[in-house]
């Protein structure tokens, strides 16, 4: 059975419909991230995110590692 909820993103509190009983129809179903960008989403939330913030945070990532690599 598909369990569909709505969520607020932790990040900016905006709704979304998160979709655990049916992956490939949930908002964040594609989005690709390298271990890093997950250890570093991991570290500061315990919930789901909205796909545009899981977009923003992983080109947060990208480029803190380009201001460090370019120090």
Do not use: D, W
């Not at 979304?16 to 049916?22: A, L, R, V």
């Not at 995110?49 to 947060?60: G, H, K, M, S, Y």
């Amino acid at each position: 059975m598909c369990q569909h909820e709505i969520k607020n993103c932790p990040r900016c509190n905006k709704a979304f419909e998160c979709k655990p009983g049916n992956i490939t129809q949930c908002q964040c179903f594609g989005i690709i991230m390298t271990a890093e960008q997950k250890a570093y989403i991991e570290l500061r939330y315990n919930e789901c995110l909205c796909r545009n913030c899981l977009t923003q945070l992983q080109n947060e990532v990208e480029l803190s590692k380009e201001k460090f690599i370019y120090r």
